[in-house]
């Protein structure tokens, strides 16, 4: 993808990830169908050890790779306005505080780690 206001791909640890597993059905079948199955994750600079699921991750079928490619970068935009962003954002507050608040967890979260 290239890089644009939004998106840029750099050397820094990525904000967002993409995980994408295809299957070519092209072996031994009458129709060449492409399926593909991805997830979004949201790793935030303030808490990067928790990564955050964005949206539902579901199977993509189409007839060519740019179809299911569009499908995804579509569902992609969707899921990662700046609105859902700050939502995943106080989430991530949430569940590391709640994370935090057990007293097995307390040096990990002390940032004394040895």
Known sequence: MAANERFTVTKEPAELEVFLVCV????????????????????????PEFNMPLGTPIPVAGFTASEIAEDIFQTF????????LSVTESELAFRVA????KAANQVPCSGKLQ
């Open 98 to 101: 709640e994370y935090c608040s």
């Open 77 to 84: 935009l969707t899921e990662t306005t700046e609105t859902k």
């Open 24 to 47: 070519d059905s092209d072996k031994g079948s009458l129709v060449k169908v492409h399926i593909c199955t991805y997830k979004f994750e949201y790793r935030s600079k303030n808490a």
